[in-house]
């Protein structure tokens, strides 16, 4: 059986450290998402893993321990319009470092999901795969992809035929005939070229 993500990493560190990732990068539509989290070493919620490993249920009962017994939590949202102007990498990395500013104290390092570091006013340092190894990583995934999941939720009602409840945006079977047959909503990502081409064909 796989290893849970634990503070091994963090254990190399003094001071506060937090967890930096974010989820929605491939969508076809919607913000991309970021999320920081600085544990309570001495009082984390037992179960806490990459999110992609764990069951809707599952994230959805970790969010709240986690958002409760965090010292902090930083969360931030960037607008399918603001990847389409600054492109998806420099959105993700946006979105990572106003998550950063979001928390209500300084952390002294943030450790960060993936191969690019944000612009940010502490030490950083990258982790390939983080949300496996990290829990600090692991417990912003969580977050980060809750947050996401509630937002287009919400769009889904407010755009309805294109199965965002459940496809979360990403270019699904249902959604693609959607974009075809409905067309392409302010919240799509034009510079994406599954939109692009709906709107050349159009």
């Known amino acids: ?6 503070f091994g990493i963090e254990d190399n ?5 937090c967890g930096v990732d ?13 999320a920081a989290v600085i544990l309570d070493r001495h009082n984390s919620p037992q179960g806490i893993n990459d999110s992609k490993l764990l069951s809707p249920v599952k994230r959805k009962c970790l969010y709240p321990a986690i958002v409760g017994s965090a010292k902090s939590v930083g969360v931030s949202a960037v607008s399918a319009a603001e990847v389409d102007s600054v492109n998806i990498l420099n959105a993700s990395l946006l ?5 950063v500013s979001n928390l209500s ?18 030490s950083s340092q990258l982790v390939i795969g983080g949300d496996r190894v990290s829990i600090s990583i692991a417990a ?21 035929g294109y199965g965002w409840e459940t496809n979360m945006g990403y ?7 959607a974009i075809r047959s409905i067309g392409v909503t302010p919240e ?6 599954p939109v692009a081409q709906a709107l050349d064909q159009k």
Do not use: W
Not at 1 to 6: G, I, K, S
Not at 105 to 122: F, S, Y
Not at 140 to 160: F, G, H, N, P
């Open 22 to 34: 974010e989820v929605g990068r491939g969508a076809l539509c919607g913000p991309v998402v970021a």
């Open 13 to 17: 560190y003094n001071g506060l450290v």
């Open 95 to 99: 979105a990572m470092r106003q998550a």
């Open 1 to 6: 059986m796989r290893r849970l993500p634990d």
């Open 105 to 122: 104290v300084k952390p002294d390092v943030a450790l960060i999901d993936g191969n690019k570091t944000p612009d940010l006013d502490c």
């Open 188 to 193: 799509h990502r034009r510079s994406f070229r």
């Open 140 to 160: 912003a995934s969580i977050v980060a992809k809750v947050e996401r999941d509630q937002i287009m939720a919400r769009l889904a009602k407010q755009y309805t």
């Open 171 to 177: 270019g699904t079977a249902r959604h693609m005939e």
